[in-house]
């Protein structure tokens, strides 16, 4: 499935616009760190002219907005804030390279939404001289600077044992909300093949998975 991602991490959202807050009048605050599964700008040679979640077909539709409704009808009106960081995965392990991302920590949320490591595959040759555990930990805290932060953090949306092991052990070792997405991809009905000429953009989350995935992190909620 990962030689499908051809979605490069490097050219998913412009530095200027890693980090955007939204509806700032409400409670709870939310953080959402992702990837282009949370945001990717739109990238016509790929064929994705959205500015939103990979291949959700509106944004109302990707994960992010599916789980702000969800919460809006328990909670009412919710503060949210989106951070791509697909560029971090590429660099885990240049811990300063965290710091293009200081307006997502100065959002201080309240509950923060780990949705991120699948772009960590192509760098996994730095593994063994750069053990991701200690790196993955590090961006967390990082992010969850509120000491009464909920912290969730979901597994890989495609099976890769090696980098989900990981996830699933630091969020243990902190005690964070682990929510496992795995299984997701062994369906195609949760990715959007054939919605899109382009291999690596249809195999993102179809609005099916997108919402799937947002009712699983909710559940955990």
């Not at 959002?107 to 063994?128: C, L, P, Q, T, Y």
């Not at 805290?141 to 890769?160: E, H, S």
């Not at 092991?165 to 929510?179: G, H, L, M, Q, R």
Request: proline share 3%; charged share 30%; aromatic share 14%.
């Amino acid at each position: 499935m990962y030689e499908k991602n051809t979605v490069k991490a490097t050219e998913q959202v412009k530095k200027d616009r890693f980090v955007e807050d939204f509806q700032k009048d409400g409670k709870p605050k939310v953080l959402f760190i992702g990837n282009s599964i949370t945001r990717h700008e739109p990238k016509p040679e790929i064929g994705w002219d959205n500015d939103w979640g990979m291949a959700a077909t509106c944004r109302e539709n990707d994960y992010v907005h599916v789980f702000v409704r969800l919460m809006e009808e328990k909670y009412g009106k919710v503060n949210y804030c989106v951070a791509n960081c697909g560029l971090w995965e590429l660099n885990y392990f240049n811990d300063e390279i965290i710091f293009d991302w200081q307006k997502a920590r100065n959002f201080n949320a309240d509950v923060v939404v780990i949705r991120i490591g699948e772009n960590i595959w192509n760098v996994r040759d730095s593994f063994k001289e750069y053990p991701l555990a200690s790196h993955f930990e590090k961006m967390i805290k990082y992010f969850a600077i509120n000491p009464n932060a909920r912290v969730i953090v979901t597994g890989l949306f495609w099976r890769c044992d090696e980098i989900e092991s990981v996830i699933k052990c630091v969020a243990k070792d902190n005690n964070y909300t682990f929510v496992c997405l795995k299984d997701l991809s062994d369906d195609c009905k949760n990715m959007a093949v054939g919605r899109y000429w382009h291999e690596g953009v249809s195999a993102h989350p179809s609005d099916e998975g997108m919402r799937k995935i947002a009712e699983r992190i909710y559940e955990k909620l």
